[in-house]
């Protein structure tokens, strides 16, 4: 990473997304919510993850409500979320 200060993007979610979430137990599988709407969310910065791992080679990403990493163009390109600009 350069030696520029990271500066997180903000973004807005658009809809109210559902998933299953096991909780680390397989057996004790529920529903939760995902995404919020009208929730903000942050672009993770990349420097606090592994090197090696799947999420610091994967596009820009923020982190939605069950820790997932969501690639932020995609999210924009579906109408899933819109970015905040301060």
Known sequence: MSEEKFKPRKFRS?????????????SFVFETDVLVKG????????????ENSYARKSPPFFVDDISCS???AN???NGIIEEIFD
Request: glycine share 10%; hydrophobic share 30%.
């Open 14 to 26: 658009l809809v109210n997304e559902r998933g299953l979430d096991d909780g680390g137990c397989a």
């Open 39 to 50: 929730k903000i969310y942050t672009q993770a910065d990349p420097s606090s993850y592994c």
């Open 70 to 72: 969501r690639d932020i």
């Open 75 to 77: 999210a924009l390109r």
